[in-house]
């Protein structure tokens, strides 16, 4: 798991530059267990400006640390990633709960889709939605 000395090397592997509000914001979300949204951010660290958060989350996103993750309601979320590569997730729909999959759509699906469409694929955006066990167990 990261903790913010680990943020801070991958920031500065990358040539990013360490500032107070950046390190704020790292702070900010390694706080976080489950999922959080941008204003989440924004009302634990006041004293960062809007832009600030949302740059910074983004950035964090892009270097893999957090995902985005989106809610069967239609609303993103993020979190810690707890995996670097490309991934998708299993959203509980009753706790929203969320669990990073290994599963990925079968690369001959997507050649498939790339011939008959014509369409070059860049990329999927995949999450799937039910009742984790817990959920499950607690209804019965
Ligand atoms: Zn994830
Ligand atoms: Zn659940
Ligand atoms: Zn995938």
Redesign the pocket.
């Known amino acids: 798991m990261y903790n913010l000395e680990s943020i801070v090397r991958r920031l500065e592997e990358q040539r990013h530059r360490i500032t107070p509000p950046r390190l704020a914001v790292a702070r900010a979300v390694l706080d976080r267990s489950g999922h959080f949204s941008v204003d989440d951010i924004l009302n634990q660290v006041p004293e960062v400006g809007r832009a600030t958060v949302f740059r910074t989350t983004k950035l964090l996103s892009e270097m893999g640390i957090l ?1 985005r ?1 989106l809610l069967e309601d239609g609303s993103l979320r993020y ?1 810690l ?3 670097q590569d490309h ?1 998708h ?1 299993l959203v509980c729909v009753s706790c929203t709960s ?1 669990q ?1 999959l290994d599963a990925c759509i079968d690369p001959e699906v997507l050649d498939d889709l790339a011939r008959s469409t014509g369409y070059q694929i860049e990329g999927h955006w995949l999450e799937f939605y039910g009742r984790c066990d817990t959920c499950r167990s607690s209804e019965a």
């Open positions: 995902c993750v979190r990633s707890h995996r991934h997730h969320v990073e």
